[in-house]
């Protein structure tokens, strides 16, 4: 049986890990956590924050995903859309989710990551 979302990997280009370790660890505001041994020698990053973690994994033939994504609930979405724009990162409202505010930014390769959080 299914307990739990252990992580989400999202695809990234070579040589991409400075510009991705700037987005998710500063902008984002995530930690990043140290690969095991075995894996790191493959590139990449992997980030957390509370229970939720992100992989970033890299991929030669690396194309952004422009519509799969990973939704991220937030607190406080205006203020962290401040935060996105201040750093520099795309932020595109939608509100076709009832009982949502969300938005729409990319990371720095191109990656579409959904932000919302609950109304009331």
Known sequence: MIAALDHVQLAAPPASEPALRAYYGETLGMTEVPKPAALAANGGLWFAHGPVQLHLGIDPDFRPSHK????????????FAARLTAYGAPVVWNEELPGYRRLYS????????EFLEPIG
């Open 106 to 113: 990319e990371d720095p390769v191109g990656n579409r990551l």
């Open 68 to 79: 799969a994504h990973p939704g991220l609930r937030v607190t406080d979405i205006d203020a």
